[in-house]
């Protein structure tokens, strides 16, 4: 297609600064360098992560910055040299037929498939996260800075091939967007870096879109017990409807929740989660599961700088503490057979939409997020 050498004028959500809401502006995407992918943003959704950036509390976060890390789309042009997607041809053999670009979902966590620890399979963390600072965003005259190297609040963005995953072409995009972060990371947690077993005890912190997701990969795990908290109640019917088995608001008991799980099972979780990203919830997490093979993975993001003070009785007695990043997939492998397991109907992530917004309304969606209501 002709974009494939032309700037494309389209709308993105730019956070000019610190504490600034989004604002939807017509910015200027440069096409894909060698190496690059230029996809037609479809749909995306809103992860707490987004939040963080208009808080200010990623450190390495420039602004000018357009968000967005959960997305999907389609293949518009590609750069020199990208040989894994394919954007719109034409198929002259057989007279005027069109072949669609590929549909794909970017990746907050790039695969390079070539350092030593993308050659890893334990590891899922690229050590070629940044191999170019620029940017191919602009607006008003300035650069606008991307943002997980996605920027998927943009109708049009430039990618990195290695940061694309190819996806079934039948996949609906408004849909599997969410598999792109919260979905595979909270699964991912009890499955991969937890390793959960069935018929164990798991309590998951913090029931937003990610904590949520962490009860479905408890249950798909063969949890037999899982016990979800929050401070709010509207989410305990969904959390029932993904598999936990107890419900409880901090807000409920005088005790400290650690406390409160231990005496609910004799003597504390097998595995426990927390989801929300503050420090005292992380040290109760810790404390919630047992004291000699009880794991406590964190998920949730604490503001940068933040401190724990904690016991070390607490892991000297065999108790491990574990973080996970994007559930430790290795996503840009992990994606496609996510999504085709997604159209097997092997799990039901549609559960966790609440709603559909234009654009327009980015900061519409924020205002759900903080009334708990996304
Ligand atoms: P969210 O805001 O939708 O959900 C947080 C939930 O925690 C809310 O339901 C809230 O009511 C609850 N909560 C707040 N304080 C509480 C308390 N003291 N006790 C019990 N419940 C409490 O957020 P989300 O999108 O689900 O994200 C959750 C966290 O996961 C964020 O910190 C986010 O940045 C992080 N995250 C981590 C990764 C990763 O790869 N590790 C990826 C994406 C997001
Ligand atoms: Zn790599």
Redesign the pocket.
Known sequence: PLSCFQVIRCRAAVVWAVGKPLSVEEVEVAPPKAGEVCVKIVATS????D??ILEGIFPNVDFPVIPGHEGAGIVESVGEGVTSVKPERHHIIYGMCIIPGDKVIPISLPHCRECSFCLNPESNYCLNLLPDKTSRFTCKGKQIHHFLWVSTFAEYTVILEYAVAKIDAAAPLDKVCLLA??FS??CG?AINTAKVKPGSTCTV?????????VVMGCKAAGASRIIA????KD?FAKAKELGASHYI??HDFKKP?QEVLTEMTGHGMDYSFE????A??MTAALASCNMNTGICV?????ASGSVICFDPMLVLSGRTWK?????RWNMRDCIPKLVASYLEKKFNSDMLITRALPIAKVNKGFEL?HA?K?
Request: charged fraction near 15%; proline fraction near 4%; hydrophobic fraction near 35%.
């Open positions: 809103i992860c707490h992560t939040e963080h972060c919260r990371t909270r947690a912190f913090g029931l937003g879109g990610v904590g949520l997701s908290i929050d401070i709010n989410k608001s901090p929740m989801v929300i990203g503050h005292d919830t964190m998920v949730g993001e604490p973080g996970t990043l994007l559930g997020l708990g996304r």
